[in-house]
């Protein structure tokens, strides 16, 4: 029996940048409190939230405070230390389950779960010492990416690795730490599916947006992609069976690359609400923040259906100069996330180019 955690509870978020931030939104929107948790003041999430805990995520005082007051708990960062979400387990549900992070947090794990389930990724091979780095390129041939096993997110901790000696000075380079070899795949398009799991485990999940990436950031998303049926299809079964096997409960996304050939390997597992579904605010019936907060509280899920066809562009950097001149196209929709220092590299708003369904 799942209880439901009704509207005029609070919900806790672990972290307090935009996607926090629009997750607090929706949760006002259904009439709940939020409570962001993060080491910085002034966060995103923080200017729109009912309070903040402003603490580190190694503090276990804090943490437990936090736990106390709030009636179910979440994350909006997968780099939120599994320890600290099972501490505050103790005292209030967290969704998606810590367990979750132990395998998304680390890319071998993560590979290895595909493995096991049969699901295609790209050939990989630990690399943990130099004595690892022959055997990896065998496994993997070349090209190839190292990446580091914890802690990469926007293509930080990687590095290209085109001869067999350009292995060890990227691995020394990257730390000299765990590490995971990747065969390079040459895809045709990078897709991604947003799927919700709810505690009984329905499953919803959003049309599948193609994602174009520049210097490992998203840049845009654009729905409907060129990828044809079968191949969104074989991506939906995908999704569908990674959360029902890790137990997720939430939104999350599977980043996923597709062949000319349409073969569907497994990039990533993002255990929450994802960059590539932000269009959904502007273009769905349910958009994934109310779907994430709905899916964590035990509510049923609402529909994923999409009214508009839509092209989202993140807004990096300086081009958030620019907000203005998108406001003169009535069907581009502007978001903004409070950040008051332009950095680059740094994810600033978004814009969602709606255009109606033809017919
Ligand atoms: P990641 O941090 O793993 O999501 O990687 C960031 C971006 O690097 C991806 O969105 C791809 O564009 C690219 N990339 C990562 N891994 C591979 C791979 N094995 N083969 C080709 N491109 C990759």
């Not at 730490?177 to 999940?205: N, Q, Y």
Request: with cysteine; proline share 6%.
């Amino acid at each position: 029996m799942i209880n439901e955690v009704a509207p005029g509870a609070t919900i806790g978020i672990l972290g307090g940048g935009q996607l926090g931030r629009m997750l607090c939104l929706a949760a006002a929107r259904l009439g709940y409190r939020t409570h962001i948790y993060c080491p910085d003041v002034g966060a995103p999430a923080s200017l729109v939230a009912s309070c903040t805990t402003v603490a580190s995520y190694e503090d276990p005082v804090a943490l437990a405070a936090f736990a106390q007051s709030v009636d179910v708990a979440t994350f909006e960062f997968e780099n939120i230390p599994a320890h600290a979400l099972e501490l505050i387990q103790r005292a209030a549900p967290v969704r998606p389950p810590p367990q979750t992070l132990r395998v998304t947090q680390d890319r071998l794990a993560e590979k290895s779960l595909c493995q096991d389930l049969g699901i295609p990724t790209a050939p990989f091979a630990p690399v943990s010492s130099s004595d690892d780095c022959p055997g990896a390129i065998a496994a993997t041939g070349l090209p190839a990416i190292l990446k580091t096993r914890r802690l990469g997110y926007d293509g930080k901790g990687q590095r290209l690795v085109r001869s067999a000696s350009d292995l060890e000075s990227a691995w020394m380079d990257l730390g000299a730490g765990d590490c995971i070899l990747e065969g390079f795949v040459d895809f045709a398009h990078e897709i991604s599916v947003v799927i919700a799991r709810g505690p009984s485990g329905t499953v919803a999940t959003y049309d599948i947006p193609e994602n174009l990436h520049r210097d490992g950031i998203l840049r845009e998303s654009r729905v409907p992609s060129a990828v044809g049926g079968a191949t969104r299809e074989t991506a939906r079964d995908i999704a569908h069976r990674l959360v029902a096997a890790l137990g997720y409960i939430g939104v999350g996304a599977v980043e996923m690359f597709a062949t000319k050939d349409g073969t569907v390997l497994v990039n990533e597992i993002a255990p929450r609400v994802h960059n590539s579904g932000h269009w959904t605010i502007d273009a769905c019936a349910t958009d994934q923040f109310e779907q994430h907060i709905r899916a964590i509280c035990g509510l049923p899920l609402g529909s994923t259906a999409r009214a508009f066809d839509i092209v989202m562009t993140n807004l990096i950097g300086s081009d958030v100069n620019e907000w203005r001149s998108y406001l003169d196209d009535p069907l581009t929709k502007l978001h903004l996330y409070g950040k008051s220092e332009v950095r680059a590299g740094r994810k600033m708003g978004h814009v969602t180019k709606l255009s109606v369904i033809a017919g």
